[in-house]
């Protein structure tokens, strides 16, 4: 689903669509899957549902997990949505350091092991 872009992201691309819910989301196993495949370091029990960092156009966007969306497939607010939408969009997802980085300047505590 995504490929190394740069020292701090990879590059995939999805449907991206508005829907109406309050925060962007992606299939509930697709988010499981990238999260273990990219975030989790096998040290313990790991979460699984903490957010992914995406950006999409000019923001960075924490990603949950949401068992209603097609696989292949980011559903955004409305409000971070525009005219385009819904659209085929290269999507740039965070690594692991940068995601944590970004997400605590938001106040997110995602990588704590339960």
Request: proline residues 6%; hydrophobic residues 35%.
């Amino acid at each position: 689903m995504f490929e190394r872009f740069s020292s701090g992201y990879y590059l995939g691309e999805l449907y991206v669509e508005p829907h109406d819910g309050e925060r962007a989301v992606i299939r509930r196993a697709d988010h499981e899957h990238v999260n273990e495949q990219l975030y989790a370091d096998g040290d313990g029990v790991e979460r699984l549902d903490a957010p992914l960092v995406m950006k999409v156009d000019g923001g960075h966007i924490p990603v949950g997990g949401d068992d209603d969306v097609p696989s292949g497939t980011l559903a955004i607010p409305q409000g971070l949505a525009d005219e385009t939408l819904p659209d085929r969009r290269n999507v740039l997802l965070a690594d692991a350091d940068r995601a944590e980085t970004l997400l605590r300047w938001e106040g997110w505590e995602p990588f704590v092991n339960a």
